[in-house]
């Protein structure tokens, strides 16, 4: 990576001294011009290379002689010894160390030197360092020549001396890291890859020393690729002179070129080299030549340009072809500078629009334009020059195509298809190029497909229809752009397969599609065809109509690809349904017609046989009976009277429920004031039976619900009539109310009375199994009381529970949605009692008995039962009044109580009632 940085950094330097030279080359085409320019640069390099080469070696002969003075005067000590401990050589700071001169210290003993703790530790250490071959280090404590402890740490270091070849070592006397001889690896290290560089070149190099005309003499130092170039040995090479290789004619060319280069201090030239004595192959010889210590030196780097200058023969001889077909091909090409000033035209342009190379020379390339073309092209060139003028604005990978329109030179019209790009140049865009293609014969018959596509299109959309074309073989599915969208999807949403398609298919359905498919697939059907639906985007299923057939074959015969139409028929299968629903429905309601006119036959006929019985009897025995006897059958006729009309009331008020006639008028009401009203109702009749009927004790709390009054009395009043005739004497009936569960109230009747089997339970509510049983007086029913509750409850969105058992009793409840009343009350409705008091004093005696008489009854009926419909009477009526006759208040407690009721706040209702009756004793108080 750091070799890839540093050719990418060396590359940089040498295109900008390039630059900077300001080297043009004309009279080449530009594939030349990027060659030469591409040589140029890397001889640059090589120079580069060549002079950080030079300066490399004269630093390290620098680096050796103040290698030694860095050993002498390095501020830490370094001993060299033999393996029995005599010192080969110090430095100053060690013989500073031991406090005597550093000349007397040759062949010495360093053992006298040591301290006697440090000896053993020291022998220790020095042979490790032999045997293994490997640096040590310890503490160790020497002696110095004033009898002084010196305490220091050793770093041994055994190495092989390279003149006697005899294992010495080192001893390096710091406390530290020594900072210079790291430098001195570092210095060693980059010398060992300047010699990796100069020696796996892919260039030969030779150094020489020069004469004094600066012709090469003999070599100094070659690598191996010029070794390879030379076919010789490097020792074969460096005993030989320049001239001993090169042949007469070569030494000539050499000679004349030394001026230039003597002159100079480099070159660049080419010539042909005999290799072998065979083969001329071209070299090019970038030379330099410099001082070395006042030594001529001479460094040439040769490169093998066999491939460069094949490349140069293929460019030539492309650039011809390019050439010819610039003259020939049936676009045109223009070329422009960044100002859009035109620099090329092919000469097709005369034979696609009749007007000449030089025509467009002259006027420009928005020579024959329509005027729509050109603002085309103006807006392309505004919106150009500020996108350009972005630093992230990519020239090189900018392409756009585009249509405008030429007008020939005879008058026709021509449309152009045109792919411009830019030329780049050393990263730098220096030109736009434009390809125009004829294509007027395209777009001719583009714009009749687009009309025939229109028209296919607007009778699809009308029909609803969608087509799909199924390439069988490589199994790729394509579709009209309105089949997802019966399906509810965006145009381009999706992207289905055949598999999608497939698996939206109605489970139902499935099986069915699947069996139409395989059968035409297998020829045993013409055609695919299956009504089936597909699920939608919402997850719904619509219908659809599907039909196709196989358009292609293998040459096997095999099926290849399908094509097919599909439509919309949700509407039809709807209707059908819809039929089949309405014939269901009119089935079940003749069904039960019938069995209503059964009911009817049947109910109404025993009440008359009793009635037409008795009469008979009554008329042929009417002389003959008693008195008594005759208020008998005078009684039983009106008991038979009575059954016929309750049961005519409820036929009529269950078939008014069947034909939806009966009127659902929905309000918020107490549910205590309506069982207070029915106990207050059966009271009597259930004390004449010998029954307690009862309310609970936590009846009085306001459950409230919005439903219709009249049905939930109804259900009420045939819950208790009920309760009353199934209770025998001395029995007891609860009616009470309480919350429920998930926000509801529940309304229940008790009793202790005779109770219902279970498995007749659900009888109690079939029209077409009317049940019917004797009270405990012999009371008769007409089996359509639970049915009329069951129905009202339904259409309350209420629910009917029953818990019964044979000889226990019965429970009969129902539940409706609570609404909730919590909210902050306001205290005051009125303000000044006293205030208001005194303006209604001051009113008519006619408009004071009104309000005494009529709206004050209106407020007492309301204030008893909160309907809703009896307060917004009560409020509209107050709030007239008040407006009418400029009573303020009263309009403001018109307007609270309106609103109270609108949000079913029972509270605040509760709170200005109280406040009005107060009011109204109060003004009476003082009037009357």
Same mark, same amino acid.
């Given at each position: 990576?750091?070799?890839?940085?540093?050719?990418?950094?060396?590359?940089?330097?040498?295109?900008?001294?390039?630059?900077?030279?300001?080297?043009?080359?004309?009279?080449?085409?530009?594939?030349?011009?990027?060659?030469?320019?591409?040589?140029?640069?890397?001889?640059?390099?090589?120079?580069?290379?060549?002079?950080?080469?030079?300066?490399?070696?004269?630093?390290?002969?620098?680096?050796?002689?103040?290698?030694?003075?860095?050993?002498?005067?390095?501020?830490?000590?370094?001993?060299?010894?033999?393996?029995?401990?005599?010192?080969?050589?110090?430095?100053?700071?060690?013989?500073?160390?031991?406090?005597?001169?550093?000349?007397?210290?040759?062949?010495?003993?360093?053992?006298?030197?040591?301290?006697?703790?440090?000896?053993?530790?020291?022998?220790?250490?020095?042979?490790?360092?032999?045997?293994?071959?490997?640096?040590?280090?310890?503490?160790?404590?020497?002696?110095?020549?004033?009898?002084?402890?010196?305490?220091?740490?050793?770093?041994?270091?055994?190495?092989?001396?390279?003149?006697?070849?005899?294992?010495?070592?080192?001893?390096?006397?710091?406390?530290?890291?020594?900072?210079?001889?790291?430098?001195?690896?570092?210095?060693? @290290?980059? *010398?060992? !890859? %300047?010699?990796?560089?100069?020696?796996?070149? #892919?260039?030969? /190099?030779? &150094?020489?020393? =020069? +004469?004094?005309?600066?012709?090469?003499?003999?070599?100094?130092?070659?690598?191996?690729?010029?070794?390879?170039?030379?076919?010789?040995?490097?020792?074969?090479?460096?005993?030989?002179?320049?001239?001993?290789?090169?042949?007469?004619?070569?030494?000539?060319?050499?000679?004349?070129?030394?001026?230039?280069?003597?002159?100079?201090?480099?070159?660049?030239?080419?010539?042909?080299?005999?290799?072998?004595?065979?083969?001329?192959?071209?070299?090019?010889?970038?030379?330099?030549?410099?001082?070395?210590?006042?030594?001529?030196?001479?460094?040439?780097?040769?490169?093998?340009?066999?491939?460069?200058?094949?490349?140069?023969?293929?460019?030539? @001889?492309? *650039?011809? !072809? %390019?050439?010819?077909?610039?003259?020939?091909? #049936?676009?045109? /090409?223009? &070329?422009?500078? =960044? +100002?859009?000033?035109?620099?090329?035209?092919?000469?097709?342009?005369?034979?696609?629009?009749?007007?000449?190379?030089?025509?467009?020379?002259?006027?420009?390339?928005?020579?024959?334009?329509?005027?729509?073309?050109?603002?085309?092209?103006?807006?392309?060139?505004?919106?150009?020059?500020?996108?350009?003028?972005?630093?992230?604005?990519?020239?090189?990978?900018?392409?756009?195509?585009?249509?405008?329109?030429?007008?020939?030179?005879?008058?026709?019209?021509?449309?152009?298809?045109?792919?411009?790009?830019?030329?780049?140049?050393?990263?730098?865009?220096?030109?736009?190029?434009?390809?125009?293609?004829?294509?007027?014969?395209?777009?001719?018959?583009?714009?009749?497909?687009?009309?025939?596509?229109?028209?296919?299109?607007?009778?699809?959309?009308?029909?609803?229809?969608?087509?799909?074309?199924?390439?069988?073989?490589?199994?790729?599915?394509?579709?009209?752009?309105?089949?997802?969208?019966?399906?509810?999807?965006?145009?381009?949403?999706?992207?289905?397969?055949?598999?999608?398609?497939?698996?939206?298919?109605?489970?139902?359905?499935?099986?069915?599609?699947?069996?139409?498919?395989?059968?035409?697939?297998?020829?045993?059907?013409?055609?695919?065809?299956?009504?089936?639906?597909?699920?939608?985007?919402?997850?719904?299923?619509?219908?659809?109509?599907?039909?196709?057939?196989?358009?292609?074959?293998?040459?096997?015969?095999?099926?290849?690809?399908?094509?097919?139409?599909?439509?919309?028929?949700?509407?039809?299968?709807?209707?059908?349904?819809?039929?089949?629903?309405?014939?269901?429905?009119?089935?079940?309601?003749?069904?039960?017609?019938?069995?209503?006119?059964?009911?009817?036959?049947?109910?109404?006929?025993?009440?008359?046989?009793?009635?037409?019985?008795?009469?008979?009897?009554?008329?042929?025995?009417?002389?003959?009976?008693?008195?008594?006897?005759?208020?008998?059958?005078?009684?039983?006729?009106?008991?038979?009277?009575?059954?016929?009309?309750?049961?005519?009331?409820?036929?009529?008020?269950?078939?008014?429920?069947?034909?939806?006639?009966?009127?659902?008028?929905?309000?918020?009401?107490?549910?205590?004031?309506?069982?207070?009203?029915?106990?207050?109702?059966?009271?009597?009749?259930?004390?004449?039976?010998?029954?307690?009927?009862?309310?609970?004790?936590?009846?009085?709390?306001?459950?409230?619900?919005?439903?219709?009054?009249?049905?939930?009395?109804?259900?009420?009043?045939?819950?208790?009539?009920?309760?009353?005739?199934?209770?025998?004497?001395?029995?007891?009936?609860?009616?009470?109310?309480?919350?429920?569960?998930?926000?509801?109230?529940?309304?229940?009747?008790?009793?202790?009375?005779?109770?219902?089997?279970?498995?007749?339970?659900?009888?109690?509510?079939?029209?077409?199994?009317?049940?019917?049983?004797?009270?405990?007086?012999?009371?008769?029913?007409?089996?359509?009381?639970?049915?009329?509750?069951?129905?009202?409850?339904?259409?309350?969105?209420?629910?009917?529970?029953?818990?019964?058992?044979?000889?226990?009793?019965?429970?009969?409840?129902?539940?409706?949605?609570?609404?909730?009343?919590?909210?902050?009350?306001?205290?005051?409705?009125?303000?000044?009692?006293?205030?208001?008091?005194?303006?209604?004093?001051?009113?008519?005696?006619?408009?004071?008995?009104?309000?005494?008489?009529?709206?004050?009854?209106?407020?007492?009926?309301?204030?008893?039962?909160?309907?809703?419909?009896?307060?917004?009477?009560?409020?509209?009526?107050?709030?007239?009044?008040?407006?009418?006759?400029?009573?303020?208040?009263?309009?403001?407690?018109?307007?609270?109580?309106?609103?109270?009721?609108?949000?079913?706040?029972?509270?605040?209702?509760?709170?200005?009632?109280?406040?009005?009756?107060?009011?109204?004793?109060?003004?009476?108080?003082?009037?009357?």
């Amino acid at each position: 990576m750091a070799n890839k940085d540093k050719s990418a950094e060396l590359r940089a330097k040498a295109e900008k001294v390039y630059q900077q030279k300001n080297v043009k080359i004309t009279e080449a085409p530009d594939e030349v011009k990027a060659l030469l320019e591409e040589l140029s640069i890397h001889q640059i390099e090589l120079e580069m290379q060549n002079e950080e080469l030079l300066n490399a070696q004269t630093k390290l002969e620098k680096e050796k002689e103040k290698f030694q003075k860095l050993y002498d005067y390095a501020p830490v000590g370094y001993i060299t010894i033999n393996q029995t401990g005599n010192i080969i050589d110090l430095n100053y700071q060690a013989a500073e160390l031991f406090g005597k001169p550093r000349e007397v210290f040759n062949f010495n003993s360093i053992f006298p030197f040591l301290h006697k703790d440090s000896k053993t530790d020291f022998r220790l250490m020095l042979r490790e360092a032999y045997e293994q071959r490997q640096k040590t280090s310890s503490s160790i404590a020497f002696i110095n020549s004033k009898g002084s402890i010196v305490h220091t740490k050793v770093n041994v270091i055994p190495f092989e001396d390279t003149g006697s070849g005899e294992i010495l070592v080192r001893l390096t006397i710091t406390d530290i890291v020594d900072e210079r001889m790291q430098y001195l690896r570092e210095l060693e @290290e980059k *010398e060992l !890859k %300047y010699a990796e560089i100069f020696n796996h070149s #892919n260039d030969a /190099i030779f &150094l020489f020393n =020069l +004469d004094d005309y600066g012709r090469p003499l003999k070599f100094l130092e070659v690598n191996r690729k010029a070794c390879d170039l030379m076919n010789s040995s490097r020792e074969s090479l460096l005993k030989k002179n320049t001239s001993d290789i090169n042949t007469d004619e070569e030494m000539a060319f050499i000679t004349r070129s030394a001026k230039e280069i003597k002159r100079n201090g480099k070159g660049l030239f080419e010539m042909f080299y005999n290799h072998k004595g065979n083969d001329k192959i071209p070299l090019e010889i970038a030379y330099y030549s410099f001082d070395l210590q006042g030594e001529f030196i001479g460094m040439a780097v040769v490169s093998d340009i066999r491939k460069r200058k094949d490349s140069e023969a293929k460019i030539r @001889e492309n *650039e011809r !072809k %390019y050439r010819l077909l610039a003259e020939n091909i #049936n676009e045109t /090409i223009l &070329l422009t500078d =960044l +100002d859009f000033n035109l620099i090329y035209v092919s000469p097709s342009i005369k034979r696609l629009t009749g007007s000449s190379q030089e025509e467009y020379y002259k006027k420009g390339f928005k020579h024959g334009l329509t005027n729509e073309s050109v603002k085309y092209v103006e807006n392309w060139i505004e919106n150009y020059l500020r996108e350009s003028a972005q630093e992230d604005f990519d020239f090189k990978n900018y392409s756009k195509v585009f249509q405008v329109d030429r007008y020939h030179k005879d008058g026709h019209l021509i449309n152009f298809e045109v792919s411009l790009s830019f030329l780049i140049e050393n990263g730098k865009p220096t030109g736009i190029i434009t390809i125009s293609r004829d294509i007027t014969d395209r777009v001719k018959a583009e714009r009749k497909i687009k009309e025939t596509n229109t028209r296919l299109q607007l009778a699809m959309e009308v029909g609803n229809l969608g087509w799909w074309d199924w390439d069988y073989e490589q199994n790729i599915l394509v579709t009209a752009d309105n089949k997802p969208g019966l399906l509810g999807y965006n145009p381009g949403e999706t992207n289905f397969t055949a598999q999608d398609y497939i698996d939206m298919i109605h489970p139902e359905d499935y099986d069915k599609a699947m069996n139409a498919m395989r059968k035409h697939l297998e020829g045993k059907a013409d055609r695919y065809e299956v009504e089936n639906r597909l699920r939608m985007k919402d997850g719904s299923y619509k219908w659809l109509y599907d039909m196709g057939r196989i358009v292609e074959y293998t040459d096997e015969g095999k099926p290849k690809r399908l094509m097919g139409v599909i439509f919309d028929i949700s509407d039809r299968k709807n209707a059908e349904l819809l039929i089949q629903n309405q014939n269901e429905e009119l089935k079940q309601l003749n069904a039960t017609k019938d069995k209503f006119f059964s009911i009817i036959a049947h109910d109404l006929k025993n009440p008359f046989n009793t009635i037409l019985g008795f009469t008979e009897e009554l008329i042929k025995k009417h002389d003959d009976l008693k008195s008594d006897d005759r208020k008998q059958i005078l009684k039983t006729l009106n008991e038979s009277a009575r059954q016929n009309y309750s049961l005519l009331q409820n036929l009529l008020v269950w078939s008014r429920m069947q034909s939806n006639r009966m009127p659902f008028n929905p309000e918020q009401i107490v549910l205590s004031e309506l069982i207070y009203d029915n106990y207050m109702l059966f009271e009597g009749t259930a004390n004449k039976k010998g029954i307690m009927l009862k309310m609970a004790e936590n009846t009085e709390q306001s459950c409230w619900v919005n439903a219709d009054r009249e049905m939930v009395n109804t259900v009420i009043r045939n819950l208790v009539s009920n309760a009353i005739k199934y209770t025998p004497e001395g029995g007891e009936i609860v009616l009470g109310c309480e919350p429920a569960e998930n926000d509801a109230v529940k309304v229940y009747v008790k009793d202790t009375g005779i109770g219902i089997k279970k498995h007749t339970i659900s009888k109690l509510f079939k029209i077409e199994e009317t049940f019917s049983t004797s009270g405990t007086s012999n009371e008769q029913g007409t089996g359509l009381g639970l049915i009329l509750v069951n129905e009202f409850l339904e259409k309350n969105n209420g629910e009917l529970l029953i818990d019964s058992k044979k000889g226990e009793g019965s429970t009969f409840a129902f539940t409706l949605k609570s609404v909730k009343t919590e909210r902050q009350c306001s205290m005051d409705c009125f303000g000044d009692f006293k205030l208001l008091s005194e303006k209604i004093e001051k009113l008519d005696e006619e408009v004071k008995q009104y309000f005494f008489n009529d709206i004050l009854s209106l407020f007492k009926i309301c204030y008893k039962s909160y309907s809703s419909r009896k307060v917004n009477t009560f409020s509209n009526e107050i709030i007239s009044f008040s407006q009418k006759y400029k009573v303020p208040e009263l309009e403001k407690f018109g307007a609270k109580i309106a609103e109270s009721m609108q949000q079913f706040d029972i509270n605040q209702l509760n709170i200005c009632f109280g406040e009005f009756e107060e009011l109204m004793d109060y003004v009476q108080k003082k009037i009357f």
